[in-house]
């Protein structure tokens, strides 16, 4: 059990530093000098960085103990926290947000992997408890923004408190042993077959998605406040609104997979983030319909992954390497829609983050609609056994 509190809070840190980028992002744009929309770049370097991250740290964790690449991840991760505050020049920025992506991603694919060998076949609800703690993290991220803006003058000065919270998880984690890694097919048989053309809509669909969950996160406290829906320190709280109730959402999906099916899941989990994005539209002046839409947004977008990965899982055995694949397409939809944002939102207007996340989602509802088309055609298969889809993200 201590391997496992050592991981959630591993995930508690991770998610705190991914949510803390938007309410900084005025911060830091004004310490570099340059515009919200050139800041922006910060998301498209911080994902390649994750990118990488994800698929060289698969391969360390495959070859070296678990707990020293972790904790050397969570370490690394801090030096880039303690330096993202210091005034300086964009690219720098750049380069310790490509150096944050890369730590990043080594933690996500290590927590997740190491949980998986240690719990074995019984490891879902502990994976599904792994990425609530993200959202906890997440969750307290644009809190702790607020007090050190209105403490100290400074809302970025909270990257120094999460490096701080970063080192003795590290130190936890390192004094542990390593778990044995597992084989990736633990009946011994040889690989199960995989659908390119579903791994492919799949991973299409995830960086729709991804786009959505990042730009918004991202970009929701320079919207509140540009739109003057809000005051600085509101818009950190509404930040927090948003990734808290992707926490609950996460929470509250676990028994409506039990019982409904994964597919009409997504479908509602989708219209309810039109709906969410159609509040914005309608109501673009009122604060309240800006809460409201924000919360519908985060409850929304919460089981979308996982669902998608149970519904997957119906169709075809989902494998170590269609996994990588699916997270190149969360990455690469993280990568890039938030910098389309970036380059329009003082160009043409803030109001144009809802309209491109809008035409985001009208894509993702087409492929979703492609995707089950394909994907009922199929035989159904099992999935690879010991693992449980419903409880990866």
């Given at each position: 059990?201590?391997?496992?509190?050592?991981?959630?809070?591993?995930?508690?840190?991770?998610?705190?530093?991914?949510?803390?980028?938007?309410?900084?992002?005025?911060?830091?744009?004004?310490?570099?000098?340059?515009?919200?929309?050139?800041?922006?770049?910060?998301?498209?370097?911080?994902?390649?960085?994750?990118?990488?991250?994800?698929?060289?740290?698969?391969?360390?964790?495959?070859?070296?103990?678990?707990?020293?690449?972790?904790?050397?991840?969570?370490?690394?991760?801090?030096?880039?926290?303690?330096?993202?505050?210091?005034?300086?020049?964009?690219w720098?920025?750049?380069?310790?947000?490509?150096?944050?992506?890369?730590?990043?991603?080594?933690?996500?694919?290590?927590?997740?992997?190491?949980?998986?060998?240690?719990?074995?076949?019984?490891?879902?609800?502990?994976?599904?408890?792994?990425?609530?703690?993200f959202?906890?993290?997440?969750?307290?991220?644009?809190?702790?923004?607020?007090?050190?803006?209105?403490?100290?003058?400074?809302?970025?000065?909270?990257?120094?408190?999460?490096?701080?919270?970063?080192?003795?998880?590290?130190?936890?984690?390192?004094?542990?042993?390593s778990?044995?890694?597992?084989?990736?097919?633990?009946a011994?048989?040889?690989?199960?077959?995989?659908?390119?053309?579903?791994?492919?809509?799949?991973?299409?669909?995830?960086?729709?998605?991804?786009?959505?969950?990042?730009s918004?996160?991202?970009?929701?406290?320079?919207?509140?406040?540009?739109?003057?829906?809000?005051?600085?320190?509101?818009?950190?709280?509404?930040?927090?609104?948003?990734?808290?109730?992707?926490?609950?959402?996460?929470?509250?999906?676990?028994?409506?997979?039990?019982?409904?099916?994964?597919a009409?899941?997504?479908?509602?989990?989708?219209?309810g983030?039109?709906?969410?994005?159609?509040?914005?539209?309608?109501?673009?002046?009122?604060?309240?319909?800006?809460?409201?839409?924000?919360?519908?947004?985060?409850?929304?977008?919460?089981?979308?992954?996982?669902?998608?990965?149970?519904?997957?899982?119906?169709?075809?055995?989902?494998?170590?390497?269609?996994?990588?694949?699916?997270?190149v397409?969360?990455?690469?939809?993280?990568?890039?829609?938030?910098?389309?944002?970036?380059?329009?939102?003082?160009?043409?207007?803030?109001?144009?983050?809802?309209?491109?996340?809008?035409?985001?989602?009208?894509?993702?509802?087409?492929?979703?609609?492609?995707?089950?088309?394909?994907?009922?055609?199929?035989?159904?298969?099992?999935?690879?056994?010991?693992?449980?889809?419903?409880?990866?993200?």
């Amino acid at each position: 059990m201590a391997r496992t509190i050592g991981y959630y809070a591993a995930f508690i840190v991770f998610g705190a530093a991914t949510a803390a980028l938007g309410p900084t992002l005025p911060s830091l744009a004004e310490h570099a000098g340059v515009t919200l929309s050139a800041i922006g770049f910060l998301f498209t370097f911080r994902s390649a960085g994750y990118l990488a991250g994800s698929l060289g740290g698969g391969r360390l964790y495959d070859r070296l103990p678990g707990h020293p690449v972790l904790a050397g991840a969570l370490l690394l991760m801090a030096a880039a926290l303690v330096i993202l505050p210091l005034p300086g020049v964009l690219w720098l920025l750049a380069a310790v947000m490509l150096v944050l992506g890369l730590a990043e991603g080594s933690i996500e694919v290590g927590s997740n992997a190491l949980l998986l060998w240690v719990h074995r076949e019984k490891a879902g609800p502990f994976v599904n408890g792994l990425h609530f703690f993200f959202g906890v993290g997440a969750f307290l991220s644009p809190i702790a923004v607020a007090w050190a803006a209105g403490l100290l003058g400074d809302g970025t000065s909270a990257y120094w408190l999460l490096a701080a919270l970063t080192l003795p998880v590290a130190l936890w984690i390192v004094r542990l042993p390593s778990p044995s890694r597992q084989a990736a097919d633990a009946a011994g048989g040889p690989a199960a077959p995989v659908d390119v053309t579903l791994v492919a809509l799949v991973t299409l669909f995830f960086a729709l998605y991804a786009g959505i969950e990042h730009s918004f996160g991202g970009w929701i406290f320079s919207y509140a406040t540009a739109r003057g829906l809000a005051t600085a320190s509101a818009a950190a709280y509404l930040s927090s609104a948003f990734w808290g109730a992707i926490t609950v959402g996460r929470l509250l999906a676990i028994p409506l997979l039990v019982r409904i099916k994964p597919a009409t899941i997504i479908l509602a989990d989708l219209l309810g983030v039109l709906i969410s994005l159609g509040l914005f539209l309608i109501s673009p002046r009122s604060p309240a319909a800006t809460w409201i839409a924000t919360v519908g947004l985060g409850l929304s977008l919460a089981s979308i992954v996982p669902t998608t990965l149970a519904f997957v899982g119906q169709h075809m055995a989902v494998t170590a390497l269609a996994t990588g694949w699916f997270f190149v397409g969360l990455g690469a939809g993280a990568m890039t829609i938030p910098l389309l944002i970036g380059r329009v939102f003082e160009q043409v207007g803030p109001y144009t983050m809802p309209l491109i996340l809008t035409v985001d989602l009208a894509l993702a509802l087409v492929l979703f609609l492609v995707l089950r088309l394909y994907a009922d055609r199929r035989v159904p298969e099992e999935p690879l056994p010991g693992i449980d889809p419903e409880r990866l993200d």
